[in-house]
């Protein structure tokens, strides 16, 4: 299964293992969601390729996430994860906005999400940290 999502917090990880997978390997599709302009999503994908992890970039600014992509997330890390409530986008949402957080909302402004998101074989880690990807991938 695909999943999507993102986080620019540095520092700020959580990873949910799919069980039913037993795990990951190098072999497994690796994706990683993002946009391309972020810092953290540029310093993940210099740090996939320094390990020599084939893997594939998804900007969701140009490719939007699916709908069921979307709630297969939000119920995967939560929505106290999966949006970027310190970026400029989320402050300048209204306050029924920010209570009412949806696909709709999202799609309209990818950028709520965080980033970057890493994606393999069921495993689902927001965030950037080389430790806990080396944990996961390896």
Do not use: W
Request: overall charge neutral.
């Amino acid at each position: 299964t695909a999943y999507e999502i993102a986080s620019c917090l540095v520092g700020s990880e959580m990873c949910i293992r799919d069980s039913s997978t037993g795990g990951s390997s190098m072999t497994d599709s690796l994706k990683i969601y993002g946009i391309k302009n972020c810092d953290t999503v540029k310093k993940a994908l210099k740090f996939l390729s320094s390990q020599s992890l084939p893997h594939e970039f998804i900007d969701f600014r140009e490719n939007l996430i699916s709908e069921d992509l979307y709630k297969t997330m939000e119920k995967a890390v939560g929505i106290e994860l999966l949006i970027n409530k310190r970026s400029t986008t989320y402050r300048s949402l209204t306050d029924n906005e920010k209570q009412n957080i949806d696909y709709e909302l999202v799609s309209k402004y990818p950028t709520l999400i965080k980033r970057p998101v890493l994606i393999q074989n069921g495993d689902v880690m927001v965030g950037f940290s080389e430790k806990k990807y080396l944990e996961l991938l390896l």
